[in-house]
């Protein structure tokens, strides 16, 4: 009782009492079922530990896992598993699905249930919908009745949740607007067979539509707590009938991610009222989940919201962006999840690595000490090893290698670090993991030797296309080789075939002046043909690209040109993939070309492989 009191203490010095009430919000102790509508959300009723990850997604398999898995809640729903789900929840109902005797439902099922049956809304029967909706006000025979008898809280708790709801919305609607529409509160004394916390509901009309009003019930879990659970809940679950405003009907609030709804309501519960009993229990879970997507995230989103508003969108300010989204994908980007801001520090942050440069750590409203787990991943000598995570998700890894150099290319968001160093793992970063250094013997005086590293971490962050990485571990002489910035040549001189009419001469001939992996420039000729008169001189198309990194890399490349002879003109085209090892050069693509007369066509001979890259001839280079 004191908790609760000095709950509404805290939460409101100067608003409304009970005899002044404030529009927008009424508040009944009730003890028989007065709540309209169907609930929106509920709260898992699990206190967990920073020890303990909390699970918010129900472990099995059970009947109820197996039915939540069938239902795609950012897809196209399955009715009869959303109709399963919702009877296993709330029991047995007239025109639904018998639950089995022991169905595995845990604490916080009432969300996803509710969530699923909104999905099929317009799939139900009228007297299926009535049901559902008297099964949500313990009204149903057979349902879990979560108000039926439930005795008449104290008028001071009642007062209390009262003024703190009151509180939260005025604070939240300070950042983001508010809606038009009452909140009504209960306040029970009777909790729910699965000890929830409380459920918000959103008036649902006939026609699927809410009209903006919700009624949110608190259960003993929450008015028996302390002031921090009673504030917590209280913002989780006005944030909760803001959500439901805007998103406007069963069918949108079905198809929202459960990241967007319960994550944001966690972020807002801790940020504008305190942490609370179970935040320990998010972060373990944020933590501990790291290469589990945010699509299927709920409660633990927490630390995706955290890590936004530190990396310098406050959440506030694309809350409605947000919602407006949709699925996950747009959900993504409309949180401005899909930027470097965002990417480039995510995964590093959640190492924990606090003694490296900034982006090694995060922060949070109530964060604790937990932290990701780092893997390992060994790197060869020579070699090389590829990491790579998928979309929306994150991991990290400790770099194991006795290479004398390791070099870092990929796509997508990694970053590299031993507490000193930190540079980018995706853009072909180059260290000396070597302890005499790496310096080559007979370097050039202007060669820089790449910088030494330490213990590497690297850290991928998967943005909406993923990230992979790829180290490469060389020998001091590999290096050297690849770092030096001499003129190198690849040529192909085609033999003479007189009976097919083709002279001898050189087909290829490219030229980098800064190494194998520099900017190549040259030409291929096309022509060189002498049969019963028929004469067409060798003629050059132009042919530029550069090769980055290091190791086997490809890179496209095209050329054309207009081709004389004695008949006709032949404009033709071609689409190159060119790849370099160091050592080697390939050329592979397609031609294309049709005047009406004569075409060409198809992919390269196998000759065009293995070209041997080659020092060029003195003087091809200027300032050699």
Same mark, same amino acid.
Request: net charge negative; proline share 9%; glycine share 12%.
């Given at each position: 009782?004191?908790?609760?009191?000095?709950?509404?203490?805290?939460?409101?010095?100067?608003?409304?009492?009970?005899?002044?009430?404030?529009?927008?919000?009424?508040?009944?102790?009730?003890?028989?079922?007065?709540?309209?509508?169907?609930?929106?959300?509920?709260?898992?009723?699990?206190?967990?530990?920073?020890?303990?990850?909390?699970?918010?997604?129900?472990?099995?398999?059970?009947?109820?896992?197996?039915?939540?898995?069938?239902?795609?809640?950012?897809?196209?729903?399955?009715?009869?598993?959303?109709?399963?789900?919702?009877?296993?929840?709330?029991?047995?109902?007239?025109?639904?699905?018998?639950?089995?005797?022991?169905?595995?439902?845990?604490?916080?099922?009432?969300?996803?249930?509710?969530?699923?049956?909104?999905?099929?809304?317009?799939?139900?029967?009228?007297?299926?919908? &009535? @049901?559902?909706? +008297?099964? %949500?006000? /313990?009204?149903?025979? #057979?349902?879990? $009745?979560?108000?039926?008898? !439930?005795?008449?809280?104290?008028?001071?708790?009642?007062?209390?949740?009262?003024?703190?709801?009151?509180?939260?919305?005025?604070?939240?609607?300070?950042?983001?607007?508010?809606?038009?529409?009452?909140?009504?509160?209960?306040?029970?004394?009777?909790?729910?067979?699965?000890?929830?916390?409380?459920?918000?509901?959103?008036?649902?009309?006939?026609?699927?539509?809410?009209?903006?009003?919700?009624?949110?019930?608190?259960?003993?879990?929450?008015?028996?707590?302390?002031?921090?659970?009673?504030?917590?809940?209280?913002?989780?679950?006005?944030?909760?009938?803001?959500?439901?405003?805007?998103?406007?009907?069963?069918?949108?609030?079905?198809?929202?991610?459960?990241?967007?709804?319960?994550?944001?309501?966690?972020?807002?519960?801790?940020?504008? &009222? @305190?942490?609370? +009993?179970? %935040?320990? /229990?998010?972060?373990? #879970?944020?933590? $501990?989940?790291?290469?589990? !997507?945010?699509?299927?995230?709920?409660?633990?989103?927490?630390?995706?919201?955290?890590?936004?508003?530190?990396?310098?969108?406050?959440?506030?300010?694309?809350?409605?962006?947000?919602?407006?989204?949709?699925?996950?994908?747009?959900?993504?980007?409309?949180?401005?999840?899909?930027?470097?801001?965002?990417?480039?520090?995510?995964?590093?942050?959640?190492?924990?690595?606090?003694?490296?440069?900034?982006?090694?750590?995060?922060?949070?409203?109530?964060?604790?000490?937990?932290?990701?787990?780092?893997?390992?991943?060994?790197?060869?000598?020579?070699?090389?090893?590829?990491?790579?995570?998928?979309?929306?998700?994150?991991?990290?890894?400790?770099?194991?290698?006795?290479?004398?150099?390791?070099?870092?290319?990929?796509?997508?968001?990694?970053?590299?670090?031993?507490?000193?160093?930190?540079?980018?793992?995706?853009? #072909?970063?180059?260290?000396?993991?070597?302890?005499?250094?790496?310096?080559?013997?007979?370097?050039?005086?202007?060669?820089?030797?790449?910088?030494?590293?330490?213990?590497?971490?690297?850290?991928?962050?998967?943005?909406?296309?993923?990230?992979?990485?790829?180290?490469?571990?060389?020998?001091?002489?590999?290096?050297?080789?690849?770092?030096?910035?001499?003129?190198?040549?690849?040529?192909?001189?085609?033999?003479?075939?007189?009976?097919?009419?083709?002279?001898?001469?050189?087909?290829?001939?490219?030229?980098?002046?800064?190494?194998?992996?520099?900017?190549?420039?040259?030409?291929?000729?096309?022509?060189?043909?002498?049969?019963?008169?028929?004469?067409?001189?060798?003629?050059?198309?132009?042919?530029?690209?550069?090769?980055?990194?290091?190791?086997?890399?490809?890179?496209?490349?095209?050329?054309?040109?207009?081709?004389?002879?004695?008949?006709?003109?032949?404009?033709?085209?071609?689409?190159?993939?060119?790849?370099?090892?160091?050592?080697?050069?390939?050329?592979?693509?397609?031609?294309?070309?049709?005047?009406?007369?004569?075409?060409?066509?198809?992919?390269?001979?196998?000759?065009?492989?293995?070209?041997?890259?080659?020092?060029?001839?003195?003087?091809?280079?200027?300032?050699?």
């Amino acid at each position: 009782m004191a908790s609760i009191v000095v709950a509404g203490v805290l939460v409101l010095g100067a608003c409304a009492s009970e005899d002044s009430p404030t529009a927008g919000t009424s508040t009944r102790a009730v003890a028989e079922p007065v709540v309209t509508g169907a609930p929106a959300s509920t709260e898992p009723a699990e206190t967990p530990t920073s020890d303990a990850p909390v699970v918010t997604e129900p472990v099995g398999p059970t009947p109820y896992t197996e039915a939540l898995d069938r239902y795609d809640f950012e897809g196209e729903p399955n009715k009869d598993a959303a109709m399963s789900l919702f009877s296993m929840a709330f029991g047995q109902l007239d025109g639904f699905p018998a639950p089995p005797a022991d169905p595995g439902v845990p604490s916080g099922s009432l969300t996803p249930a509710v969530r699923a049956l909104f999905g099929v809304w317009d799939q139900l029967t009228p007297p299926q919908r &009535a @049901a559902a909706l +008297a099964a %949500t006000r /313990g009204e149903a025979p #057979g349902g879990q $009745g979560l108000l039926r008898g !439930s005795p008449v809280p104290d008028p001071p708790i009642v007062k209390a949740i009262k003024d703190a709801v009151v509180d939260m919305r005025a604070i939240i609607a300070s950042h983001i607007g508010d809606f038009d529409g009452e909140i009504e509160v209960l306040v029970v004394g009777k909790d729910n067979k699965d000890n929830d916390y409380a459920v918000t509901v959103p008036d649902v009309l006939d026609n699927g539509k809410f009209n903006g009003d919700c009624t949110i019930t608190f259960f003993p879990k929450t008015t028996s707590g302390d002031a921090y659970v009673v504030l917590n809940t209280v913002a989780h679950e006005v944030f909760h009938c803001f959500q439901s405003a805007a998103l406007g009907d069963v069918n949108t609030d079905a198809r929202a991610p459960g990241w967007v709804i319960e994550g944001g309501a966690e972020w807002v519960g801790t940020t504008v &009222a @305190a942490p609370d +009993a179970s %935040t320990p /229990g998010r972060w373990a #879970g944020y933590f $501990g989940n790291a290469s589990t !997507s945010i699509a299927v995230k709920k409660y633990t989103a927490l630390g995706f919201w955290a890590h936004l508003d530190e990396s310098g969108t406050s959440p506030w300010s694309v809350f409605r962006a947000v919602w407006a989204a949709g699925a996950t994908p747009g959900a993504w980007v409309a949180a401005g999840a899909e930027t470097p801001a965002f990417l480039d520090s995510w995964a590093s942050g959640m190492t924990r690595y606090d003694t490296f440069p900034p982006g090694w750590d995060t922060t949070g409203p109530g964060i604790t000490d937990d932290r990701m787990d780092v893997g390992s991943v060994a790197v060869p000598k020579p070699g090389q090893q590829s990491v790579q995570v998928a979309p929306y998700t994150t991991a990290a890894y400790s770099i194991e290698s006795d290479a004398d150099v390791l070099v870092f290319t990929g796509t997508g968001h990694g970053r590299v670090s031993d507490g000193i160093v930190d540079a980018s793992a995706t853009d #072909g970063s180059r260290f000396c993991n070597r302890p005499g250094g790496c310096e080559c013997p007979d370097a050039a005086p202007d060669d820089v030797p790449p910088a030494p590293i330490g213990k590497p971490t690297v850290a991928l962050s998967g943005g909406a296309s993923g990230t992979s990485v790829t180290i490469v571990g060389l020998t001091l002489d590999e290096d050297c080789k690849e770092r030096e910035q001499r003129a190198v040549q690849v040529v192909l001189d085609r033999p003479a075939m007189p009976s097919a009419g083709l002279l001898a001469g050189r087909v290829i001939e490219l030229t980098s002046c800064t190494g194998p992996y520099g900017d190549w420039s040259g030409v291929m000729r096309l022509g060189g043909l002498s049969l019963n008169g028929f004469e067409v001189p060798f003629q050059d198309l132009p042919l530029e690209f550069t090769v980055g990194g290091t190791g086997v890399q490809t890179v496209p490349a095209s050329t054309g040109g207009t081709i004389t002879t004695p008949v006709f003109d032949l404009t033709v085209h071609y689409d190159l993939q060119i790849t370099v090892d160091g050592e080697t050069m390939a050329i592979d693509g397609s031609a294309t070309g049709d005047n009406g007369m004569f075409s060409v066509g198809g992919s390269f001979p196998q000759a065009l492989t293995g070209l041997p890259i080659q020092d060029a001839p003195p003087g091809v280079c200027p300032d050699e």
